[in-house]
Nanobody
């Protein structure tokens, strides 16, 4: 059973930086696609950034390009999101998601495309 556990997050003032991590366990497939989503109260869950264990480049939502950096650790079982120049609108619960993926059609920004989800970690940015 795949499990995803988020850590990090917290509270920071606007312009600051935070780092969130997602540790995966129970992987049995050779390659996975992992992503960060976020959801603010009263809003839909939205994709933030993603990475593929079989690829190199990251995937980013337009709203975070140039500010956030997504990466996989050396074991490719942890997804890390470094967030810089944070804005109050970045405030949300951040969720990690994953699915088996060996290549092909990609729908990385669609929540329903993912099979596994973590419990979330809160990120709060004050103005």
């Amino acid at each position: 059973q795949v499990q995803l556990v988020e850590s990090g997050g917290g509270s920071v003032q606007a312009g600051g930086s935070l780092r969130v991590s997602c540790a995966a366990s129970g992987y049995t497939a050779s390659m996975y696609f992992m992503a960060w989503f976020r959801q603010a109260p009263g809003k839909e869950r939205e994709a933030v950034a993603a990475a593929w264990t079989g690829g190199i480049s990251g995937y980013y939502a337009d709203s975070v390009k140039g500010r956030f950096i997504v990466s996989l650790d050396n074991t490719k079982t942890a997804l890390i999101l470094q967030m810089h120049s944070l804005k109050p609108e970045d405030t949300a619960m951040y969720y990690c998601a994953a699915r088996e993926f060996a290549g092909g059609a990609l729908s990385w920004s669609r929540p329903s495309w993912y099979k596994y989800w973590g419990q979330g970690t809160q990120v709060t940015v004050s103005s």
